[in-house]
């Protein structure tokens, strides 16, 4: 059966998951939000959709990471003592001033003991599960001919024994290849030893530049990794995950594509990344947000963009795939970018405010950064208290939510701030006083004073999780009676177990029956932020035990039985993870 007990390999252009078998489960090609030609995840039972390394009579398997970077490596004996080696990854390193991120796999194999026999098995699709248009082969490679994409396998296994799916044996070690119809310069072997070799040296450098709290340094590096490994190379985008329609729950009909670029989660990620020093994704994405911006500045902002910074296309369901275990529906695209959610205007401000402060990039805010985000500034003003589908993307109703109201105060409290920083105080003032008017009527009408805490919309009487931002966001103190209520009643209602649920209203889908589980690491840091660390420790701490064997997290989980389910890797639990151990850890010079 399938499972997010899965590894993620990648490299900005691709990204691809293993599983404890050494199956290669769900890749999309040439990028992201390509096509899935690799999608026996979504395609269970079937003989397509896959790349598997088999050894005969396997009776063990181990896998883990290479220290500090996104290189599986699995073990694998057989009964007899037989074993091999399997490592995994996608080449990325610094080539010729630039960085070499090619739309390749490359999977090396290594005899470690015995006579191991295997069977390499590798049944690309094309189109959504669909059969391939063709396969051709030549003396030492395979072309796998989709439509409009031909992939090529080098090898110096021989090709008719992966084209008839012959076992044989492992003298030595075997290398292959997969990636552009393109002929590789040097023999499989040496190109998959090189850029091993590179690849790694790259990750354990780019991990040595990170500033990383004392504690849970482990578990902080792979979240960081793994956050590098959604950021789209070629544009700065970055996805909310890898996946598409990995559902909520079981048989909830929450199937949702998560390939492509929501503003909000991107800040959150640009944020998370830059508090451990890896500026350059921040500078990166922020060039990916202006040019939405110059593109759309007559009309407003859509909540999410594909990965190239277009709108996307219609939503629509695909028959082919049956889905993860079956449960279905399998969808490609996403409504929500047709919906109206206000925050997206205070989060591209937010995204951008760090350029005007932070004095270690390359590319400093200036006035006329300022004045292009001026506009963005105006439609908070005109947006804050006006109904939209909000955070939690409703699809059947809309509200005046408070996260979206306080996002838009974010949007112009920040913009002035950044006018005095620039010495425009004339722009100061304006920008100052809007979001005071904001902030009086926002105080007001997302206070309920009969329950005594903040609610999830004007004049309601319901709570939700991301009310647990509001200190984060500087819009009420930490220790403000008005947020430390907000935060017990939240753990009162919305907790279960040590879990808590983004809200438990019923909506568009019925009643959640999951947690969405950075809900819970915002409870974490909210707790910590009224004074009490110590609960906070403990349940980071058993959130940490939830993690796959990799450390890694999907987006929902089933709060009695820990089961993960959504769209792996969540990139808003991963970064729940960072800013929960950066607030919660002791400090270095503390710590002996």
């Given at each position: 059966m399938a499972s997010l007990d899965l590894a993620l390999i990648g490299n900005g252009t691709i990204g691809a998951f293993v599983d404890p078998a050494a199956e290669i489960t769900w890749t999309c090609f040439p990028r992201f939000d390509g096509d899935p030609m690799f999608c026996s995840l979504l395609k269970p039972g079937d003989d397509i959709g896959f790349f598997a390394i088999e050894l005969l009579d396997r009776a063990r398997v181990e896998q883990k990471y290479l220290h500090n970077t996104p290189v599986v490596v699995t073990r694998v004996t057989d009964s007899a003592g037989g074993a091999i080696e399997i490592t995994d990854f996608a080449p990325r390193f610094n080539y010729r001033g630039r960085v070499f991120s090619p739309m390749m796999i490359v999977r090396r194999i290594q005899r470690l003991a015995g006579h191991p026999r295997i069977r390499v098995r590798?049944?690309?699709?094309?189109?959504?599960?669909?059969?391939?248009?063709?396969?051709?082969?030549?003396?030492?490679?395979?072309?796998?001919?989709?439509?409009?994409?031909?992939?090529?396998?080098?090898?110096?296994?021989?090709?008719?024994?992966?084209?008839?799916?012959?076992?044989?044996?492992?003298?030595?070690?075997?290398?292959?290849?997969?990636g552009p119809d393109e002929t590789l310069q040097e023999a499989a072997g040496e190109v998959g030893k090189h850029f091993l070799s590179e690849t790694t040296a790259y990750w354990r450098e780019w991990v040595r530049s990170l500033a990383i709290p004392f504690e849970w340094q482990d578990a902080v590096i792979r979240a960081a990794i793994t956050l590098k490994l959604n950021v789209f190379e070629d544009t700065g985008a970055i996805v909310a995950a890898l996946t598409t329609s990995i559902p909520e729950a079981a048989g909830s009909s929450r199937n949702w594509d998560y390939r492509y670029c929501w503003l909000r989660d991107a800040y959150f990620v640009v944020n998370a990344l830059n508090r451990l020093g890896a500026t350059q994704t921040m500078e990166r994405y922020l060039n990916f947000i202006l040019n939405i911006v110059a593109d759309g500045a007559d009309r407003p902002l859509d909540p999410v963009y594909t990965i190239t910074g277009h709108r996307l296309p219609p939503e629509r369901v695909v028959a082919s795939l049956p889905g993860y275990r079956g449960i279905g529906p399998v969808r490609v695209g996403n409504q929500a970018s047709e919906q109206a959610q206000h925050d997206v205007y205070g989060s591209s401000i937010l995204a951008a405010t760090h350029v005007f402060y932070d004095r270690r990039l390359v590319h400093q805010g200036d006035e006329s950064l300022f004045r292009r985000l001026e506009p963005l500034g105006e439609r908070c003003v005109k947006l804050f208290d006006q109904p939209d589908a909000g955070l939690w993307e409703l699809r059947g109703s809309t509200h005046v939510h408070t996260f979206s109201a306080v996002m838009c105060w974010v949007g112009c409290e920040r913009l002035g701030r950044i006018a005095k920083q620039l010495g425009l105080a004339d722009r100061a003032a304006y920008w100052c006083d809007r979001a005071r008017e904001l902030h009086e009527v926002i105080s007001q009408r997302a206070w309920n004073a009969k329950l005594g805490t903040f609610v999830a919309t004007f004049g309601g009487d319901t709570l939700d999780a991301s009310l647990l931002q509001l200190n984060e966001l500087f819009f009420v103190a930490d220790d403000d009676p008005r947020f430390v209520a907000t935060v017990r009643a939240i753990g009162k209602e919305l907790k279960r177990g040590k879990f808590v649920f983004r809200y438990t209203t019923p909506d568009d889908f019925g009643t959640p029956s999951n947690a969405f589980l950075v809900c819970s690491f915002w409870y974490i840091n909210a707790l910590a932020a009224i004074g009490e660390r110590d609960e906070a420790r403990k349940t980071f701490e058993y959130l940490l035990e939830c993690r796959n064997r990799h450390g890694l997290l999907a987006e929902h989980i089933d709060p009695n039985t820990h089961e993960q389910w959504g769209n792996f890797v969540q990139t808003y639990s991963m970064v729940g993870l960072i800013l929960s151990a950066i607030r919660l850890s002791q400090r270095w010079d503390q710590a002996f």
């Open positions: 590798l049944r690309p699709a094309q189109s959504y599960g669909q059969p391939l248009a063709a396969t051709t082969s030549g003396s030492n490679h395979i072309r796998y001919v989709g439509n409009p994409l031909v992939l090529r396998l080098t090898t110096d296994v021989p090709v008719t024994t992966i084209l008839e799916g012959n076992a044989f044996f492992v003298d030595d070690a075997a290398t292959l290849v997969l």
